[in-house]
Nanobody, 123 residues
Framework: QVQLVESGGGSVQAGGSLRLSCAAS????????MAWFRQAPGNERDFVAA????????YYPDSVKGRFTISRDNAKNTVYLQMNSLKPEDTAVYYC????????????????WGQGTQVTVSS
C-alpha cells in the first residue's frame, strides 16, 4: 500500500510560481510512474503531468506545457510539480497519483492517490 502526501499549495497572483511536492511511503517508489491531476469545483479531475519511473520521460497536456515541470527524486521518494506563469484557470485542488510501472493520462488507471493540496491563483 502506497501513501501519498502532497504539500506546497497556496495562494499566488497570476504570473507567479509554486512548487508542489508529493512524498510517498509504503512502497518501492522507483517502481511507480507518478502523475499530477487537478480538480476545480464542478469539474472533473484532469490530467496535468506524468513522469516515468526513472524520470527520463514526462508528458503534459497542452494546457500546461511549457509552464509546468514534473520531476522526481527517487532517493527522497518524492515527486514535484513546478508551476510557473500561473493563471487563474489553474486554480484547483492538485492531487498526486501513483501507477505501478507505466504512466497514463486517464485518472482511473491510477492505483493510489493523495488527499490533495489547494492552489489558488488570483488575477
Amino acid at each position: 500500500q502506497v501513501q501519498l502526501v502532497e504539500s506546497g499549495g497556496g495562494s499566488v497572483q497570476a504570473g507567479g510560481s509554486l512548487r508542489l511536492s508529493c512524498a510517498a511511503s509504503g512502497g518501492t517508489f522507483s517502481t511507480y510512474a507518478m502523475a499530477w491531476f487537478r480538480q476545480a469545483p464542478g469539474n472533473e479531475r484532469d490530467f496535468v503531468a506524468a513522469i516515468s519511473r526513472s524520470g527520463s520521460s514526462t508528458y503534459y497536456p497542452d494546457s500546461v506545457k511549457g509552464r509546468f515541470t514534473i520531476s522526481r527524486d527517487n532517493a527522497k521518494n518524492t515527486v514535484y510539480l513546478q508551476m510557473n506563469s500561473l493563471k487563474p484557470e489553474d486554480t484547483a485542488v492538485y492531487y498526486c497519483a501513483a501507477k505501478f510501472m507505466y504512466y497514463y493520462t486517464r485518472r482511473d488507471e491510477y492505483d493510489y492517490w493523495g488527499q490533495g493540496t489547494q492552489v489558488t491563483v488570483s488575477s
